[in-house]
Every structure is written in C-alpha cells, then in structure tokens.
C-alpha cells in the first residue's frame, strides 16, 4: 500500500473508510452524531473503533482531527492502520487500542481548523473550576492585525505587517499571543468558546467507558502544521524531570519528546485536550502525546488561517474568498506533495508501533 493513498479527499470519503476497514477487523465501532451537517448535506460524526483484548490493562489511544483540517492527515493512520497493519496484529499482552476519528467532524468536512462555533477545541477543554473567558494581555491590542473585519484578498501584505509588528513587540508578542487561547472574541482566532463544546460531551460521557481499568495509557493525538517540513515533534505536558518525561524519552526518543513548549519554539496553551485527558483519570498512568508533523513556515500557516476566518465571517454572497482560502488552508495542513504524505503516515505508523509496544514491555515487566 502507498501510504499517500491513505488520504482521502474529502471528511464522507474518510468517515466511511475508517468505519468499512473497522468493520472489517472486527472493531468495535461507536458513532456519536454532533448534530450538524457537511456540505452535502451528510450527517457529521465522531466514530470510535476499538480492537484487541476486551478489558486491557493497556491501552493506546489515537485521535485525529481535533483540529478538523488536520484530520485528513490522522486519518490517512488510522486508515493504514485498520487496512493494513493491524490486520496480522494479536493483542496477546492485553493491549487494546482506542481510535478515536475525526474530533471536530465538522471543522474536517468544511475544511476549518475550528468548530461549528468557530471554537478551536485544543482550548477548549478547560479544567474543572477554570472559567471560559479572559485573554492574553497583547491580544486585545492585536487583534486588528489577527482578525480584520473584511475578506481577504490575494496579495495583501500579511508577512510584511507580521514582521514590523514582530520588529516592534518581538517574536514572543506574537508566540504568546495568537496561540496561546482566548475567550473573549468569538470571531477570533484561537477563540476557545465559552461552554464546553460537543466534543467535549462526547469524550467526558464516554472516555472513562472506552479506558476502563487500564493503568497505562499512551494517547497519541495527531496535529499538523507546526515545526520542520516531513518532521515530527511530541509535545507533553509533563514536568521535564518527570518519571513521566523520563519513560516517554526513552520510548520515542530524547530529541523528539519536548516538555517545554515554549523552549520547543512552540508555546504554553489554556484548554489543551492533554491536560483534561490526565486530569480525568488521576490514578492512570496516562500519557498525552500531542504529535505534530511540520508543514510549511509558522507565518504562511498563521496566514492561511487568518485569510480563512477573514472569508468564513466577512466574504459576502459568492465572493471567490471561502473557497480559495479553504484550498490554501488545505494545503498548509495537508500538502499535497507526496513525498510529504508518504512521509509523514510511515512516522505516523511507527509512532503507534512504539507506542505499543513500550507498553507491551511494561505489561510483561
Ligand atoms: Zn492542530
């Protein structure tokens, strides 16, 4: 199999290979509908596959598409996964794996990174007692650079205000800005919502179900667009001298295996899915591994997403921007290079394949 035919081209296309490949290993299959509908009008879904031993002891977790774009890369895995290397797999140590597919469905089949409320869902799993508002201090005072009210056009001059802005107030006014979640502009960028989202439900009314009484878990979760083209870096959220840290270095590798985003070049984030992850099941060793696979330069993908938004709210009717601003938000998630694609679903594969088996070693330990 050419793991760049892995990809699909579309979220319906996607959503039916990953349920027909579980159907056919025998998974167990869930499908929790969102209530909304793609662009063909098709009802739009998380669905969840289960395989291997019936009560695990351990468990691997893979997600895709929390950020509903990104989902066509973490679902080309989970495809390749299912119709192909899973088919000769035993599950004789007592692993089980959880496939969680398509996270933000509706984000996927309109080709956003948000949700249907515009709610980029990396923020918004907000822990218990934290509140839905609030900002960064220097959002307030860029948000006309991050969010104009107009569409977009092709030749504005995005890069050149970045880097006067960047001159200005320095690289970090922007790498602990824009990213980092805000709860105050709902039309905004990186706008973390102001109630717990539906996918949000779903994974708090079923993951204690789906984990059950494993005492080990590795969670990989796909993401795209941040870091070295075809490359892959694993953000945690664990303290750097950790036995956490320390295990998950050992298993995947000291250089690749980052602690401290910030030092990783990436930044800290309100509402990550990890730390509500590890929050929900205290007495779990649950490790939270968010993947991310380099696409293009951080500013060309702030662009495409600024661009994007820009488009969703403000193009008028049949205005071109909606469409070539998806095409190029497409793009600098998932290139269509496939030399890119076949790189980057080998990784993928051999990320779950480590995964699995560090915890095979720690069930016969
Ligand atoms: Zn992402």
Redesign the pocket.
């Known amino acids: 199999m050419s793991y760049a035919s892995a990809f699909s081209p579309n979220y319906s296309t996607a959503r039916n290979r990953f349920c027909t490949a579980a159907q056919s290993l025998g998974c167990r299959l869930e499908t929790y509908p969102i209530e909304q509908n793609g662009s063909d009008g098709e009802e739009l879904s998380i669905d969840v596959a289960m395989v291997g031993s019936p009560h695990p002891q351990q468990i691997v977790v893979v997600s895709s598409g929390?950020?509903g774009v990104?989902g066509f890369f973490g679902s080309a895995v989970q495809c390749a996964l299912l119709e192909e290397h899973l088919v000769d797999w035993s599950a004789t140590q007592g692993i089980g794996l959880v496939l969680l597919h398509a996270l933000n469905p509706y984000g996927f089949a309109w080709r956003r990174?948000w949700n249907e409320d515009n709610v980029d869902l990396?923020r918004n799993f907000l822990l218990p007692g934290e509140e839905y508002r609030g900002s960064p201090e220097k959002y307030h005072d860029l948000n006309w650079l991050f969010n104009p009210t107009s569409p977009p056009s092709r030749f504005e001059p995005f890069l050149i205000k970045a880097i006067a802005t960047i001159v200005r107030h320095g690289i970090t006014s922007l790498t602990e800005t824009l990213p980092v979640g805000q709860y105050d502009f709902p039309q905004g960028l990186f706008f973390g919502g102001h109630r717990p989202s539906k996918t949000y439900e779903i994974l708090q009314a079923n993951l204690t179900r789906w984990i059950g009484e494993a005492t080990n878990v590795v969670h990989i979760d796909f993401?795209?667009?941040?870091g070295k083209k075809a490359t892959y870096q694993l953000f945690i959220d664990d303290p750097p001298d950790s036995a956490a840290t320390q295990w998950l270095r050992e298993n995947f590798g000291h250089q690749i295996v980052t602690p401290d985003k910030l030092k990783g070049n990436a930044y800290k984030i309100r509402g990550g899915l990890g730390s509500w992850c590890q929050a929900m099941f205290p007495q779990c060793n649950y490790h939270f591994l968010?993947a991310?696979f380099g696409t293009y330069p951080v500013l060309q993908v702030v662009e495409a997403l600024r661009a994007e938004n820009r488009a969703h709210f403000f193009a008028p009717p049949h205005h071109p921007s909606p469409e070539w601003t998806r095409q190029r938000l497409v793009e600098v998630?998932v290139p269509a290079d496939l030399a890119w694609r076949e790189a980057v679903v080998s990784q993928g594969l051999d990320l779950v394949a480590r995964a699995i088996e560090a915890l095979g070693a720690r069930a016969i330990a």
């Open positions: 929390l950020h990104e990174r990396n993401h795209t667009g941040l968010t991310e998630f």
